[in-house]
C-alpha cells in the first residue's frame, strides 16, 4: 500500500483552511465570491429536480413492490449485476393455490370447479401485472436511477469542483488584499527620530518586496479568475441540462401511464369475462339459492321486501309469479298508491322487464326509478315510479342504491 504522508498532511491542511475560511464566511469576516443570479437559479433548480426525482422513484419503486424484502433482494442483485431470478407474483400464487384446492375439492364438483376459473383468471391477472412491472422498470424506473446515479453524480462533483474554485479565488483575493495593505504601509515616510541611510535603505527595500508581492498575488487573482470562470461555464452547461432531463422524464412518465392504462384495462377485461363465464356456468344455482333464503328470511324474520333486491352480477332472474293480488285488495288502483312520507328508495334496474298487465311497470336495465312499498304488499314486489308512471315491479330484477 502506497501510504504518501506528504500528500496527507497537504489534504489535511487543505481541509483546515477550508473549515477556516467557510466559518469566516459565515461569520461575515472574509469575502465571498456571488454567483451569478442565473447560475444561482439553474443551481436552486438542478436541487429540486433532483429533490423530488429521488421521491417519485422511491415512491415508485413502493407502488410497484410493495414488498420491502423483495426491494432489497432487487437492489442487491443490482449492485452485484446478477440477474433478478423471476419471481410469482401474489395473483398468479394465489390461482395456483385455488387450482391446487379444486384437485383435492374434486374438480366435478361446482365449487371445485369453479376454483380452477377462478385460479386461472388470477394467473392471468398476474401475468398482466408481471408485464406492468417489467415495462414500468424498463421505460420509467431505469431513466430516473439513470439520472440519479449518472448525471446528477457529474453534476455534484463539478459543483463541488466550482466551490473549490471560488474558495481558492477569494483565498486570491484576500491575499492581494492583504499585499496591497503591507505595501502602502512599507511606502509611507519612516517615522525614525534618528533618520539614518540605513533606514531608507530597509524601507526602500521592504518596498519593494512588498511590490512584488504584490504583483505575484496578483498573477495569481488572474489565474484564479480564469480557473473559476471556466469552472463556472462547465457547471452553467451541465445544470442547463437538466431542461432535457425534464423532457425525458416527461416522455418516460407518458409511457408509464400507458402502461398502467394498458394493465388496468387487462385486468377489467379478465374480470368482465370471468364474471361471465360464472354467470353461465352458475347463474341458476345462485339463483335459486337466493330465491330460497329470500323467501325464508321474508317469511320467517318479516324484514322489509327492500331488503330481498337482487345482488349485483346476479344472472337475470325468472319472471316472477303473477302478483294481481300483490297489493291484499282487489278494490285497491296503483293510481290510487300514495309514496309513502319517509321509505321511498332509488334503485337501479338490472334487467329487462315487459309488464304483463296494466298494474305492474315496464323496465329498461340500467335505468333509475324510485321504489317504496305500501301495507300488506307482496314482499316480492315493490311500487316502482318514473316520471308520471307508476306500476308495481319486482324486486329481482332492481338493485337498491340507498
Not at 446478477?82 to 379444486?102: F, H, S, V
Not at 535603505?201 to 487573482?221: F, G, I, P, T, Y
Request: net charge negative.
Amino acid at each position: 500500500m502506497d501510504f504518501n504522508v506528504k500528500k496527507l498532511a497537504s489534504d489535511a491542511g487543505v481541509f483546515f483552511t477550508r473549515a477556516v475560511q467557510y466559518t469566516e464566511e459565515k461569520l461575515g469576516q472574509a469575502e465571498k465570491t456571488e454567483l451569478d443570479a442565473h447560475l444561482e437559479n439553474l443551481i436552486a433548480r438542478a436541487d429540486c429536480t433532483k429533490n423530488w426525482t429521488e421521491k417519485i422513484f422511491r415512491q415508485t419503486e413502493v407502488l410497484l413492490q410493495p414488498n420491502p424484502s423483495a426491494r432489497i433482494e432487487e437492489f442487491f442483485y443490482e449492485k452485484l449485476d446478477k440477474k433478478l431470478p423471476t419471481r410469482t407474483t401474489n395473483a398468479e400464487l394465489l390461482g395456483q393455490y385455488m387450482q391446487d384446492a379444486a384437485k383435492d375439492f374434486g374438480p366435478g364438483t361446482p365449487y371445485g370447479s369453479t376454483l380452477i376459473t377462478v385460479g386461472e383468471y388470477q394467473k392471468r391477472l398476474g401475468g398482466a401485472e408481471r408485464e406492468l412491472l417489467q415495462t414500468s422498470a424498463i421505460n420509467f424506473l431505469t431513466p430516473l436511477r439513470n439520472f440519479l446515479e449518472g448525471d446528477w453524480k457529474t453534476i455534484s462533483v463539478k459543483r463541488k469542483l466550482l466551490e473549490n474554485r471560488r474558495l481558492d479565488l477569494d483565498v486570491c483575493k484576500a491575499r492581494l488584499k492583504k499585499a496591497k495593505l503591507a505595501e502602502a504601509k512599507a511606502a509611507a515616510a519612516p517615522d525614525f527620530q534618528e533618520t539614518r541611510p540605513r533606514n531608507y535603505v530597509l524601507s526602500a527595500s521592504a518596498s519593494a518586496l512588498w511590490s512584488e508581492e504584490v504583483d505575484k498575488a496578483e498573477q495569481e487573482l488572474r489565474l484564479a479568475q480564469t480557473e473559476f470562470d471556466r469552472q463556472a461555464e462547465v457547471t452553467r452547461l451541465l445544470l442547463e441540462g437538466i431542461s432535457s432531463t425534464h423532457v425525458n422524464h416527461l416522455r418516460c412518465l407518458h409511457e408509464f401511464v400507458e402502461a398502467q392504462a394498458a394493465y388496468y384495462a387487462q385486468c377489467h377485461k379478465h374480470m368482465q369475462d370471468l364474471q361471465k363465464e360464472l354467470s353461465s356456468a352458475n347463474g341458476d344455482t345462485f339463483h335459486n339459492a337466493f330465491a330460497t333464503n329470500a323467501s325464508t328470511s321474508g317469511v320467517s324474520a318479516g324484514h322489509s321486501p327492500l331488503a330481498t333486491a337482487t345482488l349485483p352480477g346476479a344472472s337475470s332472474p325468472s319472471h316472477p309469479h303473477n302478483a294481481s293480488n300483490a297489493l291484499g285488495s282487489s278494490t285497491l288502483k296503483i293510481e290510487e298508491v300514495k309514496p309513502p312520507a319517509t321509505g321511498t328508495r332509488k334503485a337501479k334496474v338490472l334487467y329487462d322487464y315487459d309488464a304483463a298487465d296494466t298494474s305492474e311497470l315496464s323496465l329498461l336495465a340500467d335505468e333509475l326509478i324510485t321504489v317504496y312499498t305500501v301495507p300488506g304488499m307482496d314482499p316480492d314486489w315493490l311500487i316502482g315510479e318514473r316520471g308520471n308512471q307508476k306500476g308495481k315491479v319486482p324486486v329481482t330484477y332492481l338493485e337498491l342504491l340507498s
